[in-house]
């Protein structure tokens, strides 16, 4: 820590600090009179808006039912006291000089610690010890409260780790000893720019805290990130779609069709040039088409799951036709684009349609029997209040969706920024992943509704018939193209072991792959950042076991990216090659140039 008489401390440059002060007074007015004019324009809130996660009568069952049993709740107290007993006597013996073990190890991978003072210096230890004990106790409550039911008890912990996740040290300037050592060294300006930072980001947000995650003016889709060369060749209502420009003088004969998701935009797939796997599918010598979704506002709030599906995969096959002549493609969908496909593919199986010859699934969820932690936001009560929330605009807001998407991964996405932006005074670091995090998009109130109800809520896609699109009832298990899945083994929002259910649903030939990391770079892993590791259980590809562990007893580990796996897959199914195409020819010619107008359609903040 800096001392006030060392030559570090910095007393406040006056002049400076008046003009800071100046403009946060002149953005505190905008901000106020922003927020007053939206509110003039909301409607009055009811109770339920108020709380549309149901969370007071959840933690009130749960407090009723762990008071319900006093002896218990009297052993965890004692435990815990008995634990803050050994840290102090911990501490008293480092101030005195003495060795002492630590009470509570930081667990690993916890960046908020990583500064040495949390290790070095005794008060700091303590207060991070103290804190770690108290987490850890009231972490375990839910686990030891008799009577509370599965739902009520994952949505119990996942709420009270948001608390003690927001309660922690490094969140505060009195506890943190970064920004205590910040703010003397600044003389106070790091505080002063962070008010400033919460200023400008609640101006963003229309009276709503945006937090940066990256600098958002870093960054442009067309410029620097969504690059690859290409031109939009067809759009409707619902997408455009790219066709990519050749990058090799022969193609595989089989095109491929890439289906997003829509919670997000396509150019996840399409960062920058060296992670991009647009071009390196490009590269391998695929012509590539890519359905870029439109960014929906009020105008669309009754277009369906259905409507995705006509308009999005079944649209663009007919396009692809008339652009180069074939009708047989090979297709990928990501997240809920594989929900997506798996209904497709079924809808074509039906119908007799065979266009599709195969599919890839990146990280995408059929059986949502465990779903894993977005589950905490799906029971009834939860549904029928979001329904009344975006009922009256038309659509799910996409500041909202990525805020739940967040919260998952608190520490990481909301707090770091909190420490880093408010408190010591920082602006956010450029960063394509968290730039295309933020460009949220919205989500049409017809189709976030059925979708919710019917997957999440009630698993009926998984149900021979439990849903119909356009008049056909879907039967998964008629699926018998070939498909590759991929499933990501750290994975929070599509969870492998979910993914992996998708294994015993379809007739056809499957390949599954179990790639390291989560829900994007598990996905994102090109081979030249020689990244991570993927499994392959060869001897299960005939005739899988009935969960991933049992997979996994026999899987072989293999370094770096799977993409190589992925293409060695494809390319014998996609055919002789041929001459490259150059997208907007005579078939159908080119209406801009990729990334095209869609995907540049903001959200507001």
């Not at 100046?22 to 927020?35: E, K, P, Y």
């Not at 969960?547 to 293999?558: M, Q, S, V």
């Given at each position: 820590?800096?001392?006030?008489?060392?030559?570090?401390?910095?007393?406040?440059?006056?002049?400076?600090?008046?003009?800071?002060?100046?403009?946060?007074?002149?953005?505190?007015?905008?901000?106020?009179?922003?927020?007053?004019?939206?509110?003039?324009?909301?409607?009055?809130?009811?109770?339920?808006?108020?709380?549309?996660?149901?969370?007071?009568?959840?933690?009130?069952?749960?407090?009723?039912?762990?008071?319900?049993?006093?002896?218990?709740?009297?052993?965890?107290?004692?435990?815990l006291w008995q634990d803050y007993a050994k840290l102090w006597q911990a501490t008293a013996d480092r101030m005195m000089g003495k060795p002492a073990?630590?009470?509570?190890?930081?667990?690993?991978?916890?960046?908020?610690?990583?500064?040495?003072?949390?290790?070095?210096?005794?008060?700091?230890?303590?207060?991070?010890?103290?804190?770690?004990?108290?987490?850890?106790?009231?972490?375990?409550?839910?686990?030891?409260?008799?009577?509370?039911?599965?739902?009520?008890?994952?949505?119990?912990?996942?709420?009270?780790?948001?608390?003690?996740?927001?309660?922690?040290?490094?969140?505060?300037?009195?506890?943190?000893?970064?920004?205590?050592?910040?703010?003397?060294?600044?003389?106070?300006?790091?505080?002063?720019?962070?008010?400033?930072?919460?200023?400008?980001?609640?101006?963003?947000?229309?009276?709503?805290?945006?937090?940066?995650?990256?600098?958002?003016?870093?960054?442009?889709?067309?410029?620097?990130?969504?690059?690859?060369?290409?031109?939009?060749?067809?759009?409707?209502?619902?997408?455009?779609?790219?066709?990519?420009?050749?990058?090799?003088?022969?193609?595989?004969?089989?095109?491929?069709?890439?289906?997003?998701?829509?919670?997000?935009?396509?150019?996840?797939?399409?960062?920058?040039?060296?992670?991009?796997?647009?071009?390196?599918?490009?590269?391998?010598?695929?012509?590539?088409?890519?359905?870029?979704?439109?960014?929906?506002?009020?105008?669309?709030?009754?277009?369906?799951?259905?409507?995705?599906?006509?308009?999005?995969?079944?649209?663009?096959?007919?396009?692809?036709?008339?652009?180069?002549?074939?009708?047989?493609?090979?297709?990928?969908?990501?997240?809920?684009?594989?929900?997506?496909?798996?209904?497709?593919?079924?809808?074509?199986?039906?119908?007799?349609?065979?266009?599709?010859?195969?599919?890839?699934?990146?990280?995408?969820?059929?059986?949502?029997?465990?779903?894993?932690?977005?589950?905490?936001?799906?029971?009834?009560?939860?549904?029928?209040?979001?329904?009344?929330?975006?009922?009256?605009?038309?659509?799910?807001?996409?500041?909202?969706?990525?805020?739940?998407?967040?919260?998952?991964?608190?520490?990481?996405?909301?707090?770091?920024?909190?420490?880093?932006?408010?408190?010591?005074?920082?602006?956010?670091?450029?960063?394509?992943?968290?730039?295309?995090?933020?460009?949220?998009?919205?989500?049409?109130?017809?189709?976030?509704?059925?979708?919710?109800?019917?997957?999440?809520?009630?698993?009926?896609?998984?149900?021979?018939?439990?849903?119909?699109?356009?008049?056909?009832?879907?039967?998964?298990?008629?699926?018998?193209?070939?498909?590759?899945?991929?499933a990501g083994k750290e994975d929070h929002i599509a969870p492998a072991p979910s993914v992996y259910k998708l294994t015993k649903i379809f007739s056809?030939?499957?390949?599954?792959?179990?790639?390291?990391?989560?829900?994007?770079?598990?996905?994102?892993?090109?081979?030249?950042?020689?990244?991570?590791?993927?499994?392959?259980?060869?001897?299960?590809?005939?005739?899988?076991?009935?969960?991933?562990?049992?997979?996994?007893?026999?899987?072989?580990?293999?370094?770096?990216?799977?993409?190589?796996?992925?293409?060695?897959?494809?390319?014998?199914?996609?055919?002789?090659?041929?001459?490259?195409?150059?997208?907007?020819?005579?078939?159908?010619?080119?209406?801009?140039?990729?990334?095209?107008?869609?995907?540049?359609?903001?959200?507001?903040?």
């Open positions: 820590m800096a001392d006030p008489q060392s030559p570090q401390f910095k007393a406040p440059d006056t002049a400076a600090m008046q003009a800071m002060w100046q403009d946060i007074a002149q953005r505190s007015r905008d901000v106020l009179r922003d927020f007053a004019e939206r509110q003039k324009s909301q409607q009055p809130a009811d109770a339920q808006s108020l709380d549309p996660l149901n969370l007071a009568g959840t933690f009130a069952d749960f407090t009723t039912k762990l008071l319900a049993d006093p002896e218990k709740m009297v052993q965890t107290q004692i435990a073990e630590p009470v509570v190890e930081t667990p690993k991978g916890d960046k908020r610690f990583n500064d040495a003072a949390w290790r070095d210096e005794a008060i700091f230890d303590h207060i991070k010890q103290s804190y770690l004990l108290t987490s850890r106790w009231l972490m375990g409550l839910p686990k030891e409260t008799v009577g509370l039911d599965e739902q009520a008890r994952r949505k119990v912990e996942f709420h009270l780790k948001q608390f003690v996740d927001a309660m922690a040290p490094t969140n505060f300037v009195a506890t943190n000893p970064q920004v205590l050592k910040a703010t003397l060294e600044s003389g106070g300006e790091n505080l002063v720019k962070g008010l400033r930072n919460v200023l400008e980001d609640m101006r963003r947000g229309n009276g709503r805290l945006a937090i940066r995650q990256t600098d958002m003016d870093a960054f442009e889709v067309g410029r620097n990130v969504a690059t690859s060369p290409g031109k939009v060749v067809f759009q409707n209502d619902m997408m455009q779609l790219i066709q990519y420009t050749p990058s090799t003088p022969e193609v595989y004969e089989r095109p491929l069709l890439i289906v997003p998701p829509w919670i997000n935009k396509f150019y996840i797939l399409d960062l920058k040039p060296e992670n991009s796997f647009i071009k390196w599918a490009v590269d391998q010598g695929y012509t590539v088409f890519v359905i870029s979704w439109v960014n929906p506002d009020a105008r669309l709030r009754d277009k369906s799951f259905e409507d995705y599906m006509l308009e999005g995969p079944l649209a663009a096959l007919g396009a692809i036709e008339k652009a180069i002549g074939v009708r047989e493609v090979s297709t990928i969908g990501y997240c809920i684009g594989g929900t997506l496909m798996a209904a497709t593919l079924a809808y074509s199986a039906a119908k007799n349609d065979k266009r599709i010859q195969n599919c890839t699934f990146f990280t995408a969820q059929i059986d949502f029997t465990d779903a894993g932690e977005l589950t905490v936001f799906i029971d009834e009560d939860q549904i029928a209040n979001i329904e009344k929330m975006i009922e009256r605009r038309g659509y799910m807001d996409g500041a909202e969706m990525a805020t739940t998407f967040n919260m998952l991964r608190s520490n990481d996405l909301i707090w770091s920024f909190v420490v880093n932006n408010y408190l010591l005074g920082k602006e956010p670091m450029p960063f394509d992943l968290l730039f295309w995090n933020a460009d949220a998009t919205r989500l049409p109130a017809a189709m976030h509704s059925y979708y919710l109800r019917n997957m999440y809520l009630k698993n009926l896609l998984v149900q021979q018939g439990g849903v119909t699109l356009a008049g056909v009832p879907i039967d998964l298990r008629k699926v018998s193209v070939p498909c590759y899945i991929q056809g030939p499957l390949r599954f792959m179990l790639a390291g990391s989560g829900h994007i770079a598990g996905v994102v892993n090109p081979p030249r950042a020689k990244k991570y590791q993927y499994w392959i259980n060869e001897a299960a590809t005939t005739r899988y076991p009935a969960t991933l562990e049992e997979w996994r007893a026999g899987a072989t580990e293999t370094p770096g990216s799977w993409w190589p796996d992925w293409d060695r897959w494809l390319s014998a199914q996609s055919g002789p090659k041929v001459p490259a195409r150059v997208p907007g020819g005579d078939g159908l010619p080119a209406i801009e140039d990729a990334p095209g107008s869609y995907v540049k359609v903001k959200t507001d903040a």
